[in-house]
């Protein structure tokens, strides 16, 4: 377990999240018998390096920082600069001891995020199939967590000098941009719906996808507020449900005249078991069997695929074909375009 904070230390670390880095390697080093948070960790049932046991108490401890309830422990984070171990590691033995039970849910869970960031890649893939069919949209979403990727037309984007989007909206995304501009297409959202294991309600979840921001991710954090608030607005649909099961429910073979249908994921497809992988493909590609240029399908998806070294997002197409468009960061903070 101690190895498993080191080693989430060092990820962090590379990331450039030095708070966060701090964080875990204290943890690690303190977690004992002596609390109920250390004796759980330490007898941990699962796998501590694939479980993010680190992870779920960072979000946890966050969560308490953002709430207050842990003023102390609150000082030392940013934007304070970065803390002291020893005086660091004080404030966390006492959240440890005097927030067990608050803590103790968060270890429960795996991490649950909803990375904004992602739209920019997605956003370029969309007005890559729109060049071709000029068509209003129908989104899918599959493991969409609170959906907001879902509304992604609601956010204002420069995609590398292609101003698009809400240019109004309080959502700024402008990523670090190489290659060619995506084409800059008119966009409209004529319907959109969304599938999750775990859905996060954006009006009451909130807070629990902001504490797993590490706190030291201020523009994530501030793109993650400012997105939520965009959703209370206008909630996008999410249902609960395992993606496989929706996608036939909700993806109709016969052909949809006068929309371009687009089934889109981002990091999410990796988690779906192969069954249910294997149950989306073959639906998408009996819809795709019935497409035209009147009624065509799309397949967007920006995933991190074991074979490659990098995060990619494709576009398949029907009529059309399967096309790489680019690589891109995890988070969408770059996007190299090669479509
Ligand atoms: C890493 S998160 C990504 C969320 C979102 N797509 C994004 O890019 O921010 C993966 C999501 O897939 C969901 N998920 C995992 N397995 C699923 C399944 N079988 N069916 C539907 N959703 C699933 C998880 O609940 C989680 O919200």
């Known amino acids: 377990m101690r190895r498993a904070f080191e080693l989430q230390a060092e990820w962090c670390d590379r990331l450039g999240s030095s708070f966060t880095a701090r964080l875990c390697r204290v943890l690690g080093e303190l977690i004992d018998g002596g609390t109920a948070i250390g004796r759980r960790?330490?007898?941990?049932?699962?796998?501590?390096?694939?479980?993010?046991?680190?992870?779920?108490?960072?979000?946890?401890?966050h969560f308490l920082v953002r709430a207050?309830?842990?003023?102390?422990?609150?000082?030392?984070?940013?934007?304070?600069?970065?803390?002291?171990?020893?005086?660091?590691?004080?404030?966390?033995q006492r959240a440890l001891a005097e927030q067990g039970e608050r803590l103790?849910?968060?270890?429960?869970?795996?991490?649950?995020?909803?990375?904004?960031?992602?739209?920019?890649?997605?956003?370029?893939?969309?007005?890559?199939?729109?060049?071709?069919?000029?068509?209003?949209?129908?989104?899918?979403?599959?493991?969409a967590s609170a959906g907001l990727?879902?509304?992604?037309?609601r956010y204002a984007y420069d995609l590398g000098g292609t101003?698009?989007?809400?240019?109004?909206?309080?959502?700024?995304?402008?990523?670090?941009?190489?290659?060619?501009?995506?084409?800059?297409?008119?966009?409209?959202?004529?319907?959109?719906?969304?599938?999750d294991l775990s859905p996060v309600d954006?009006?009451?979840?909130?807070?629990?996808?902001?504490?797993?921001?590490?706190?030291?991710?201020?523009?994530?954090?501030?793109?993650?507020?400012?997105a939520l608030e965009v959703a209370r607005h206008d909630r996008p649909p999410v249902e609960q449900g395992d993606a496989a099961l929706w996608i036939e429910q909700?993806?109709?073979?016969?052909?949809?005249?006068?929309?371009?249908?687009v089934v889109l994921h981002s990091v999410a497809f990796v988690y779906f078991p192969p069954e249910s992988q294997a149950r989306i493909v073959a639906r998408l590609e009996a819809a795709g069997r019935q497409a035209s240029v009147e009624a065509p399908v799309a397949w967007l998806r920006m995933e991190k695929m074991p074979e490659e070294p990098e995060f990619s997002l494709r576009?398949?197409?029907?009529?059309?074909?399967?096309?790489?468009?680019?690589?891109?960061?995890?988070?969408g903070a770059w996007v190299k375009w090669l479509g």
């Open 315 to 331: 576009l398949r197409t029907w009529p059309g074909e399967d096309r790489l468009l680019a690589w891109t960061h995890p988070h």
């Open 202 to 226: 954006p009006t009451t979840g909130g807070e629990r996808l902001l504490a797993y921001v590490w706190p030291d991710q201020q523009d994530r954090l501030s793109a993650l507020t400012a």
């Open 104 to 143: 103790d849910s968060w270890l429960d869970q795996p991490p649950q995020t909803n990375e904004i960031g992602r739209s920019a890649p997605l956003m370029g893939g969309l007005l890559s199939a729109l060049a071709h069919f000029g068509l209003p949209l129908r989104l899918l979403e599959l493991g």
């Open 41 to 61: 960790l330490l007898a941990w049932p699962g796998d501590p390096e694939k479980d993010a046991p680190a992870l779920r108490l960072c979000g946890g401890l």
């Open 149 to 153: 990727n879902l509304q992604l037309d």
């Open 250 to 261: 909700n993806l109709e073979a016969a052909p949809e005249p006068g929309c371009l249908r």
């Open 68 to 92: 207050g309830i842990v003023p102390e422990l609150g000082l030392l984070y940013p934007p304070a600069p970065l803390p002291d171990r020893a005086v660091l590691a004080e404030a966390l």
């Open 163 to 195: 101003l698009v989007g809400d240019q109004a909206s309080p959502v700024r995304i402008r990523p670090t941009w190489t290659g060619a501009p995506p084409p800059a297409t008119a966009i409209a959202v004529t319907a959109r719906a969304g599938v």
